[in-house]
């Protein structure tokens, strides 16, 4: 079993940047996968960015070359950096793992033996 926990969520122009973090706790991050996914306000919810766990990671077209996921496994810590925000980003941004060799998914994955979720933090992104 997992525990994880966002941060770094909060209001920013368009244009600017954040870095969210994720804390892992309660078994080591070597055999997850970890992704970030969001859901906005009447839509589902979707999955933004992962990383396997070798290495390998993926972008959903939308953030390509604006957003970096990276993981320390070491300090079980998972961080997504967010540059040139855009409204459309604005949404609940939750850190998710789960137990899978490579690839990782973008799918949002609900099997409580498997996937591990945060609770979410909250990412505005308006002028």
């Known amino acids: 079993q997992l525990q994880l926990v966002e941060s770094g969520g909060g209001l920013v122009t368009p244009g600017g940047s954040l870095r969210l973090s994720c804390a892992v706790s309660?078994?080591?991050?070597?055999?997850?996968?970890i992704g970030w996914f969001r859901q906005a306000p009447g839509k589902e919810r979707e999955g933004v960015a992962c990383?396997?766990?070798?290495?390998?990671?993926y972008y959903t077209e939308a953030v390509k070359g604006r957003f970096t996921i990276s993981r320390d496994n070491a300090k079980k810590m998972v961080y997504l950096q967010m540059n040139n925000l855009k409204p459309e980003d604005t949404a609940v941004y939750y850190c998710?793992?789960?137990?899978?060799?490579?690839?990782?998914?973008?799918?949002?994955?609900?099997?409580?033996?498997?996937?591990?979720w945060g609770q979410g933090t909250q990412v505005t992104v308006s002028s």
């Open positions: 998710a793992a789960e137990l899978r060799d490579a690839p990782c998914s973008l799918v949002p994955g609900f099997d409580a033996d498997r996937h591990f």
């Open positions: 309660g078994s080591t991050l070597d055999y997850y996968a």
């Open positions: 990383s396997s766990n070798r290495g390998s990671k």
